[in-house]
Structure formats: C-alpha cells, structure tokens
C-alpha cells in the first residue's frame, strides 16, 4: 500500500517570499502521478501542480514548481512570492497509473499562513 | 460546464439516523470518487464508481455504509444509522473515461454533523 508523509504540520511566510513545503511518499510502483492540493477555508480541492513519475523535468505552474525527487520519493513543493490568497492547507497526493481511474492517497496536509 | 455538484452542503443528522449524500459529477464524466475527510486531517478514499458499477470499495467500512451510482441521476452514498464519528466533511470528485492524467475534479463537499 502507499503512504505519503507531510512533516510539516503548520508552516508561515512572510508576503512575497518563498516557502517550501515538504512530501515524501512510499510505494513499490514504478508509474504514477503525484499532485499538491490547496483546499482554502471554503474547503473547496483545488489542483495546484501535478508531476508524472516518469518525467525528470520538474513541474512548474506560475509562482508554483516542485522538487521531484524518484529516488528519494521526494516531492516538495515551492511557492514563491508568496500572496496572503495562498494561505490555505496544502496536501499532497500520490495516485498509481492504471488502465483504470484510481484512488488519490492523501498525506495529513501542511497549514500554509501567508502574513503581511 | 457546470462542475462536480454535491448536496447538500451541509447535513444535521441525529445518532441513529439515515444520511444521503448526492454527487452529480462533471458532464462527461463516468468515474465517481468519494473521500472522507475528518477533523483535522487529510481526504481518506472510500469508493470508486462506474455507472451501475462499483470498482474499488476498499475504503468503505464494512458496515453502515453502501454507495451506487445509477445508470441515471447521481451517485448516492448513503450511512445508515450514523454514528457521532461520522461527522466529517464527505467529498466526491469525478474524472472522464479517458484522462491522460486521470485527474480528478472536486465537489465543494457535504459537511455532515451527527448530534
């Protein structure tokens, strides 16, 4: 079965810096997509960033980019200048690839505060 | 294209009583998710759907819980019986038949409180 680790419950920036949220995950496939999630006070999921395992190249979306690293079952992601719209809990996800729609396995989720 | 919709947004249910979640997914879309999220943590996955199918109940608990999505009209989860540790917010995302990343889009969530 896979996991994924958010070691980090509780995190804070300050307005227009960087922060780095961290992921680590643990399974025996080869294939398979890892995403970050942002779900703000209204509770709503949204997709912030999504890598294929079988991509080196880091993902990246605007001020959003991750760290993917296959060997270490790595996958942090970064947000620069951050924005007081980007406080919000943050989750990682990991999804096997199959032929077939599969199940999103969620760590705990890291609390992001942006202050001003 | 609307997105995923669920009702209701929030559901007040008495210990002992039936509650029904409804999710319309995307228009396209044949896969149906739905995950529990309790206080203070992440989504737990509890079922996949196919129209008329279910393809992985793995997450369900073994009792109280059943979960449909008919050939017409929403996919149903459905918690007989509700206990106090069912207050969670229950959310269900849908995904196409074909998806290069098999992406998953999310409803705003039903909160269900058990008194």
């Known amino acids: 079965a896979q996991t994924v680790t958010q070691s980090q419950p509780e995190m804070s920036v300050q307005e227009a810096e960087t922060v780095t949220l961290s992921c680590t995950y643990d399974?025996?496939?080869?294939?398979?997509?890892l995403f970050w999630y942002k779900q703000p006070p209204s509770r709503q999921m949204i997709l912030v960033i999504r890598?294929?395992?079988?991509?080196?190249q880091n993902a990246t979306e605007n001020r959003f980019s991750v760290n993917f690293q296959k060997a270490a079952k790595s996958f942090s992601l970064k947000i620069s200048d951050s924005q007081l719209g980007d406080t919000a809990m943050y989750f990682c996800?990991?999804?096997?690839?199959?032929?077939?729609?599969?199940?999103?396995?969620f760590g705990a989720g890291t609390i992001l505060r942006v202050k001003s | 294209n609307a997105g995923v919709m669920q009702n209701p947004r929030h559901l007040v249910r008495r210990r002992g009583q039936e509650a029904r979640l409804r999710c319309s997914p995307m228009k396209g879309h044949s896969h149906v998710y739905w995950y529990r999220q309790l206080p203070e943590e992440g989504l737990k996955f509890m079922v996949y759907?196919?129209?008329?199918?279910?393809?992985?109940e793995s997450g369900m608990p073994k009792e109280r819980f059943s979960a449909e999505f008919p050939k017409e009209g929403p996919s149903i989860l459905r918690i007989q019986q509700v206990v106090r540790g069912d207050s969670a917010a229950y959310f269900c995302a849908s995904s196409p038949k074909y998806s290069l990343y098999n992406e998953q889009f999310f409803g705003p969530g039903t909160r269900l409180t058990v008194l």
């Open positions: 996800a990991f999804m096997k690839q199959g032929e077939y729609g599969n199940k999103l396995v």
């Open positions: 399974t025996s496939e080869n294939n398979y997509y």
């Open positions: 890598q294929e395992a079988y991509k080196q």
């Open positions: 759907l196919q129209k008329e199918n279910i393809i992985d």
